[in-house]
């Protein structure tokens, strides 16, 4: 029998469990983060800084994430995601303190301290490709995006308890969101030491052969891993700055806190709820159908965002996440193979997104929403390089 006639193993679903729902959870405290940031500084009366919160963020996370890279390297996975998790409890909690008392000093300390956290613990899907034999990494990474999507509609599913919870403390959902995520958080620091990390011995040879002692420069010297950098670090900058403003311009077309949470869970749909199709798919047909459909994608979404109705709001926030998910999967993929560019390179995808939070709250108030969604269009298109220049594994 052919190697290809053999059947393909099927993904150690007990032993990643842990992972899974500890990254579930932190994901719906990603989402209070990044999507409630800007509602809470408009709330606080700083309207022409809304970007701020996101903006910083993201530059933290892309200050951490090559730490986090480096100490995983190090230590093992799961000693970094474990200080990751714990990193982000506290820096929920100190937010929603400086959000429930109008300190924005304390407020936008605690928003640092969540991005290193997402700095480190973002990294987990590369904890999960490793697990795997290479051909099964995009299932095992689709995976992972299918499970977080429960902890994300955890999240934006529970926003009328959540609004019950803002009232009690005498506050808003927004504020009370940040100290749900706080909890998620902490119940992942403690899931995340029980999960054992698969040893390398029991692994198939071909998933151990990557070269995993290079240097961050002879990594990135390696043909693809720049153009790998070059997607991921587009679709990471162009997701998250879409998807911190579009809700601020759905607050402005008069949609109420049930409604915004609703578009909020049509794109996190779109982001993690067709990994298990997604995954596989840049499995079979490799990294290239990845690139080109995930820049498509990500272009209609921008293209369709100023269209006039809720409706296109909708379906536009929907094609974000799947744009996203689909450029997202295909390089953390190809970037399983050499984990000293990991760590830059999610701190460069974290620039991009620090960047476009900070430059889009500035275009949106000077030349309008349509302005910032053409120039989004056009910037998506860069994965179309990578998918040229990258070899098709």
């Known amino acids: ?15 990643l469990a842990p992972l899974y729902a500890a990254q579930a959870l932190a994901t719906g405290a ?28 993201s530059t933290s996370a892309a200050l951490s994430a090559g730490a986090f890279g480096a100490l995983m390297l190090r230590r093992g996975r799961r000693t970094g995601l474990s200080a990751a998790f714990t990193l982000g409890a506290l820096g929920a909690a100190v937010g929603f ?21 997402q700095g480190g613990y973002q990294q987990a899907r590369y904890a999960a490709a490793e697990s795997v034999p290479d051909d099964r990494r995009g299932a095992a990474l689709g995976a992972l995006m299918l499970m977080s999507v429960l902890g994300s509609f955890l999240m934006t599913g529970a ?12 506050s808003t959902p927004e504020v009370a969101g940040w100290l749900v995520g ?5 119940a992942s620091a403690l899931l995340i030491r029980l999960w054992r990390p698969a040893a390398p011995a029991a692994l198939p040879a071909q998933t151990t052969a990557a070269p995993t002692k290079l240097t961050v420069w002879e990594a990135f010297a390696i043909p ?48 993690f709820g067709f ?31 100023p269209l006039s109705g809720a409706a296109w709001l909708a379906v536009s926030m929907f094609l974000l996440g799947l744009g996203w998910n689909l450029a997202f999967v295909a390089g953390s993929k190809s970037l399983t193979r050499f984990p000293a560019a990991q760590g830059v390179t999610d701190g460069l995808g974290y620039v991009a997104a620090g960047v476009g939070t900070a430059l ?7 030349a309008g929403f349509p302005v910032l969604a053409g120039a989004c269009a056009v910037l998506a298109l860069l994965p179309l390089i990578s998918a040229w220049r990258v070899r098709n594994t």
Request: aromatic letters at 4%.
């Open 182 to 186: 706080g909890v998620l958080l902490g």
């Open 159 to 170: 926003s009328r308890p959540i609004e019950t919870l803002g009232a009690a403390l005498g």
């Open 1 to 15: 029998m052919s190697d290809a006639a053999l059947p393909r193993p099927a993904l150690n679903v007990g032993q």
């Open 224 to 271: 693809g891993v720049r153009s790998t950098a070059l997607a991921l670090a587009t679709a990471q900058g162009l997701m998250v700055t879409l998807m911190s403003l579009t809700p601020l311009r759905a607050h402005h077309m008069g949609m109420d806190h049930g409604a915004v949470a609703a578009l909020i869970s049509g794109h996190i749909l779109g982001m």
């Open 360 to 366: 889009g709250g500035v275009i949106i108030a000077r």
């Open 30 to 57: 990603t989402t209070v983060s990044t999507v409630l940031a800007s509602l809470i500084m408009s709330g606080l009366h700083f309207e022409t800084l809304v970007g701020l919160p996101s903006t910083l963020i």
């Open 275 to 305: 990994g298990w199709l997604t995954g596989p798919l840049i499995d079979r047909l490799g990294l290239r159908f990845g690139y080109v459909s995930g820049a498509l994608l990500l272009a209609a979404a921008a293209l369709s965002a």
């Open 97 to 117: 303190v400086g959000a429930r008392f109008a300190l924005l000093p304390v407020f936008l300390i605690g928003a640092c301290l969540m991005g290193a956290a």
